[in-house]
């Protein structure tokens, strides 16, 4: 079960000692020069942005559901860094694996904002990415896209190809009896996948520490034989590096990467969520210190990397996104029978006698209009 040429990182980082990668802290200032990833200032103004237009994006989604114009949302708030620096590594041939809380990487991966809002508004072609290559539909069902991740894992290893597979889970998704088979398989086969837990501290209210009694959610690789790392998922230049490692890691063939992107979900857990029942405020406020976005920017002021025009950018991000919103609202709605047809060749007697049943309630429910 040794590991051949293991970057030092890992040794380093050891999840057992309960290290965690951190290169900037909350004020911007760089604790961990040596592991700083040397960034053109254009590629972290580029960063910057595409965070800025994920929480953006983010803020109307929630707000377009308060105007009962959208179904229920799962916001993204506080954890922009993780989705933005997987997505700065993510190639077009390889493959996209998500839950339901990396919308910057669909972003990144070259879904449109149009595809995510017809996700959100039940709309299936919110699921099928036409124009895009290797993404599969975000998964609700906790823990089912690891089984997913690491099959296509062993299909681009069986292919011998150099695709990467990112695959991503959360705190509380680590309980479910997917995320342990889909290591064991992952670090049997040492297929090419790229595991993040997004820990965001909570599963809906249940707190982490109550979701499991390891020293954190990285040391979890350990018994799979797969290197894994606690990274700071709020700090852009960490989840970077962490990244680079990673895909180098996993293209050359040697294996998974387990990494545990520590961060807090700054919003609720969806729009039918209320976070005061289960937390409190000085807890959000304490986190909100940490914000990705404002500690990469303190970083570039600090950096002096040339300051960008933010409300302008907001401005323009948010005609952009009302626009794709709008496309989206017009998107044709799908007939019932779409639901039901395209599971079976021959519909079996109990799905016809639901599918009844349901045209029977959609008809009643005309009626009282
Ligand atoms: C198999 C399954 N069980 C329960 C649920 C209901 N559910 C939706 S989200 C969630 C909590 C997920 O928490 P976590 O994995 O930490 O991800 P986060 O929502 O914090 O991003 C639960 C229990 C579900 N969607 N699927
Ligand atoms: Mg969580």
């Known amino acids: 079960m040794a590991h051949d040429n293991l970057p030092a990182i890992f040794h380093h980082f050891h999840p057992i000692e309960d290290k965690m990668l951190q290169i900037i802290d909350n004020e911007g200032n760089v604790i961990d020069k040596k592991r700083m990833p040397e960034l053109d200032d254009e590629i972290i103004i580029d960063a910057y942005k595409q965070m800025l237009y994920e929480r953006i994006a983010d803020e109307m989604a929630v707000s377009y559901q308060r105007q009962g114009r959208m179904y229920t949302y799962t916001p993204n708030i506080g954890q922009e860094a993780i989705h933005i620096a997987a997505g700065m590594h993510i190639r077009g041939e390889d493959w996209l694996v998500p839950a339901f809380r990396e919308m910057g990487t669909l972003l990144a991966k070259g879904v449109t904002m149009k595809e995510i809002f017809l996700f959100y508004l039940g709309n299936e072609h919110g699921g099928s990415f036409r124009n895009i290559r290797n993404v599969l539909p975000m998964a609700i069902s906790i823990g089912t896209q690891f089984h997913h991740a690491v099959g296509i894992g062993y299909a681009v290893k069986y292919q011998k190809k150099e695709e990467v597979v990112f695959t991503f889970i959360g705190d ?104 005061s029942k289960y937390r409190n405020e000085a807890e959000e406020q304490l986190w909100g210190k940490s914000d990705p976005l404002l500690r990469l920017k303190r970083y570039m002021q600090s950096a002096g990397i040339r300051a960008i025009d933010e409300e302008q950018l907001r401005e323009q991000y948010r005609e952009e996104i009302d626009r794709q919103f709008a496309d989206a609202e017009q998107e044709k709605s799908y007939p019932l029978s779409d639901l039901f047809d395209h599971m079976y060749t021959d519909m079996p007697d109990e799905l016809r006698r639901q599918k009844s049943e349901y045209e029977q309630f959609l008809s009643w429910k005309e009626k009282r209009r």
Not at 198 to 216: C, E, F, G, L
Not at 229 to 235: Q, Y
Not at 237 to 262: H, K, T
């Open 172 to 275: 509380g998704g680590t309980s479910e009896g997917d995320f342990s088979e889909a290591l064991n398989f992952a670090g049997v086969w040492q297929v090419p996948v790229i595991f993040t837990v997004q820990n965001n501290q909570y599963a809906i209210s249940v707190p982490v520490q109550k979701q499991t009694r390891s020293v954190n959610l990285a040391v979890k690789s350990v018994a799979f034989g797969i290197p894994g790392i606690k990274v700071d998922g709020n700090d852009f230049f960490a989840m970077y590096l962490a990244y680079q490692i990673a895909v180098d890691y996993a293209r050359s063939g040697r294996g998974a990467v387990l990494i545990e992107a520590l961060t807090y979900r700054l919003g609720a857990h969806t729009t039918s969520d209320d976070p």
